[in-house]
């Protein structure tokens, strides 16, 4: 039947047609597609899952005419006989049949000549125009997928992971492999297992695009192509390991042992955290939560520089307090009861400059490396576990500690404290009357301090969207109006800035802030208008020079007495709003 099979290349290749919708019974003969195909149900299958285009199926099967004839059996044989779904290696009938069944079951498939061996019949067994009957048991298949979609990797599962997760790009993995080329020669092997970064890769580029599609404890073989392995230059032997020819395609038996989760706790990727051992639950601690940690600091050198709580007794603190870096401030804060994590922290969220501890000199611009465990945690009380009373309460409390952190010039911690404190009140639709008029004014002195927050961190857009708030709750806020004036002048926004300024101006003539603030926007009007006054008159200068090749007539005076002009009209502009 084997030799049967063997089809004109892809006269079997299945068609874009699903054969998996219809529900089958014990006994039951129902009719696949449109093509004529029917499948009788012998036995019932295990689960729900049916193999798809590219697995490698392995059946047992007994093939009669319809005269009850036999022609050929595996069952026979005693062999099973294996193929690749949907690849045009058998006839349609069987790559359409077999793609509805489950693991174990046992169908008969009737076959019209159209699916089958049609006019031509395969002499001398099966006659033109045959229609046919298998008798198909399906025992196993293995998942073969092309994991490029270009041919370039094929992974066949040997083994089934565990669960559902996927390695990410920052993870770090640890892998078992054996590779070969097609002749069976091994060009390298792990004998205890490797572990890299899924960013960084191993041996050859398919390792890291192949473990970002497997399971924990997934055994597969992959079939690699020269584009993702060691292409038209192969590779020369390294160590224990063996050349591989130039255009080698590599047979890999790769399994994924464990991997690390490796979370990026900042945007900027400089303060990373590697999961060593699971916490409990899913609760985290907030910003203010009181945490027990134990923890050891060391340099990229593995000098220890810093060692914090024991068994005994965990290092207890407040987040978002500066008890400790500001990196593994904010990695504690994506952590689980119990878990233990290895946390790097660039110097941007460490220490810029050198600094000495009982245990050693950290020097300037040192990344650090922290192994933290947190113990214990207990979060500071959400504004939703509060009634409205708390919540005022707790925003006064905030917004104090706050002006506190603001005067001492640390404002991104100042600007965290008035955010959560804004956060606590505002939603007052739950307000009695009175609390609505105690809840108001602390609403706006926290957006507008943290307004002057945003300003000192030139976070421009923020600190406007922050005023913008405060003036709908007051239309007539003098410092909301001067710190977005301030804001647009930073984001080259002139023309709102001037609008805010004359309306602070109209509501408080005499306040000096917003007169000297106003004076600075005529010197920043005047350089935009000079700056602006030379960018025309060089590109007019150009047009001209541009008209004179063209023409050979000179245009220069012309576009001189342009330039003049525009310079002009925008001093004049500036001079009649002084």
């Known amino acids: 039947m084997a030799d049967d099979f063997e089809l004109p290349q892809g006269a079997g290749m299945m068609e874009n047609e699903d054969f998996g919708d219809t529900v089958f019974k014990v006994g039951e003969e129902k009719e696949i597609g449109k093509q004529g195909l029917k499948k009788l149900l012998v036995k019932e299958g295990e689960g729900w899952e049916t193999p798809e285009t590219g697995d490698e199926v392995e059946v047992h099967y007994t093939g009669t005419l319809l005269d009850d004839t036999k022609f050929d ?82 992974k066949k599962i040997i083994k089934e992971g565990e669960k559902w997760e996927h390695p990410k790009e920052a993870d770090e993995v640890l892998v078992k492999y054996e590779a070969r080329l097609e002749d069976g020669t091994v060009v390298s092997k792990s004998e205890e297992g490797v572990e890299f970064y899924v960013k960084d890769g191993y041996f050859c580029p398919a390792f890291a695009i192949a473990v970002k599609t497997m399971k924990k404890d997934e055994k597969v073989l992959l079939t690699v192509k020269p584009q993702y392995g060691f292409g038209h230059q192969g590779r020369e032997a390294i160590g224990n390991d063996v050349a591989v020819p130039p255009n080698a395609t590599l047979m890999v038996d790769l399994e994924l042992v464990s991997w690390k989760v490796v979370d990026e706790v900042t945007d900027d990727k400089k303060v990373l955290k590697k999961i060593l051992k699971q916490g409990e639950g899913y609760e985290r601690p907030n910003d203010g939560a009181v945490v027990k940690v ?162 000192k961190l030139k976070d421009y857009t923020q600190a406007e969207k922050l005023c913008t708030k405060v003036l709908e709750i007051e239309s007539q806020n003098v410092k909301a109006l001067y710190r977005r004036a301030q804001a647009y002048i930073q984001t080259a926004d002139l023309e709102l800035a001037e609008m805010d300024i004359k309306k602070a101006l109209e509501i408080d003539p005499n306040n000096r802030d917003v007169k000297l603030e106003y004076r600075a926007l005529k010197e920043k009007q005047k350089e935009y208008n000079k700056k602006a006054a030379k960018f025309y008159g060089n590109m007019f200068a150009r047009m001209s020079k541009l008209e004179e090749l063209e023409s050979g007539k000179s245009g220069s005076q012309k576009v001189e007495t342009v330039n003049k002009e525009e310079g002009s009209d925008a001093m004049a502009v500036d001079g009649q709003s002084a």
């Open 73 to 154: 059996s595996s069952r026979d044989r005693g062999t099973p006989f294996k193929f690749k779904l949907g690849q045009g290696q058998v006839i349609k009938g069987w790559d359409q049949g077999i793609a509805t069944m489950k693991k174990g079951e046992n169908a008969v498939f009737t076959i019209p000549p159209d699916l089958a061996y049609g006019e031509s019949g395969s002499p001398p067994t099966i006659p033109p125009n045959a229609t046919l009957k298998f008798d198909v048991e399906l025992l196993s298949w293995a998942s073969v997928k092309d994991i490029c979609k270009d041919g370039g990797i094929f």
């Open 294 to 455: 134990k923890y050891t600091g060391k340099l990229e050198d593995g000098s220890i520089f810093e060692q914090k709580g024991s068994d005994e007794e965990p290092f207890e603190f407040m987040t978002g307090e500066e008890q400790v870096v500001d990196g593994l401030d904010r990695a504690l804060m994506t952590m689980k009861k119990g878990e233990v994590a290895s946390v790097s922290v660039a110097a941007e969220y460490g220490y810029q400059t050198e600094i000495k501890t009982d245990l050693a000199v950290v020097p300037p611009k040192s990344t650090l490396i922290y192994e933290v465990e947190l113990v214990s945690f207990v979060k500071e009380k959400e504004s939703w576990d509060m009634n409205t009373a708390e919540k005022i309460e707790a925003a006064g409390k905030k917004k104090e500690e706050g002006n506190a952190l603001f005067k001492v010039g640390k404002y991104f911690r100042a600007s965290k404290k008035y955010e959560k404190a804004a956060k606590y009140i505002e939603y007052d639709t739950s307000f009695s009357e009175e609390e609505k008029k105690q809840s108001k004014p602390l609403k706006v002195t926290c957006n507008l301090n943290n307004a002057a927050c945003k300003l």
